[in-house]
C-alpha cells in the first residue's frame, strides 16, 4: 500500500509539472542546479568562518603588538624621565658645589681652631684647608677619609688637627677622591658639616670635625 502512494504521489508531481510545461530533465536539471548552489553556500559559509578566524587571530596579534609597543614606550619613557632627573640633580649638585668652591676661603689658624673646638658653631661654612692624609683604607670605605689639617702648608707631620673628610654621599659617587691615597699632601675645599665622634685603636674614642669635600689637589 505505502509503495503504491508513493507512486501515485511521484505520478501526480510528475503530471504536475508537465501540466505546467516543464519536463522531468528540466526538473531534475532545477534539482541538481539548487544542490549546487547549497553545496556552493555551504563553502562560502566555511570560508567566511575561516576568514573570520584569521582575522579574529590577527587583530588579537595585532592587539598585542600594540600593548608590548606601548608597554616599552612607557617604560622608555620612565627611564628617559629618570636619566633626566638624575642629569638635573647632578648639574644641580655640580652648580651648588661650585658655589661653595667659589665662596670658600682659606681659614687662618685661629679660624681653623674654632671650626676644630665647636665646628656646630659653623656648620656649612666653607673652606679651604691644607691636609696630609692619615688614614684611607677599607676600614674608611672609598668616599670617606681621615686626615690631619692645617690653615696652611706645613712639615709632612706637622698638620695639627684630625679631621673626617667626606665625598659623594658617603657611599658611592666620590670619583673625586679616586686620585688621592693616604700619607699624599693635599689642598681641600670643603663645607664644615659638623662633628664625629668615632672609637680609637687605642681603646676610648674621639670627636673630630666632620667636613665634605667640594675640591680636592693633591700638593
Do not use: W
Not at 10 to 21: R, S
Not at 55 to 72: C, G, H, P, S, Y
Not at 146 to 168: L, M, P, W
Request: hydrophobic share 35%.
Amino acid at each position: 500500500m505505502k509503495k503504491i502512494s508513493i507512486f501515485v504521489v511521484a505520478f501526480v508531481a510528475v503530471f504536475a509539472l508537465a501540466g505546467c510545461g516543464v519536463s522531468t530533465e528540466e526538473h531534475e536539471a532545477v534539482q541538481a542546479s539548487a544542490a549546487a548552489v547549497t553545496v556552493e553556500k555551504q563553502e562560502l559559509e566555511t570560508q567566511l568562518a575561516d576568514t573570520t578566524s584569521k582575522l579574529t587571530a590577527a587583530q588579537a596579534e595585532v592587539d598585542q603588538l600594540q600593548t608590548a609597543n606601548e608597554e616599552r614606550e612607557s617604560a622608555e619613557k620612565v627611564e628617559a624621565d629618570r636619566k633626566a632627573e638624575e642629569k638635573a640633580k647632578k648639574d644641580a649638585k655640580e652648580k651648588e658645589e661650585k658655589d661653595k668652591a667659589n665662596k670658600a676661603k682659606k681659614v687662618s689658624s685661629r679660624e681653623l681652631a674654632q671650626i676644630v673646638k665647636k665646628p656646630s658653631s659653623h656648620l656649612d661654612k666653607n673652606v679651604i684647608v691644607d691636609a696630609r692624609i692619615t688614614q684611607f683604607d677599607s676600614a674608611t670605605g672609598p668616599c670617606t677619609f681621615r686626615a690631619d689639617v692645617s690653615h696652611t702648608q706645613v712639615g709632612k707631620y706637622d698638620y695639627e688637627h684630625n679631621t673626617i673628610f667626606n665625598a659623594g654621599d658617603g657611599l658611592i659617587n666620590c670619583d673625586i677622591l679616586d686620585d688621592v691615597v693616604a700619607e699624599d699632601i693635599v689642598k681641600v675645599t670643603a663645607t664644615v658639616t659638623g662633628s664625629l665622634t668615632y672609637d680609637t685603636q687605642v681603646g676610648g674614642s674621639t670627636t673630630v670635625p666632620e667636613m665634605q669635600v667640594v675640591k680636592i689637589t693633591r700638593l
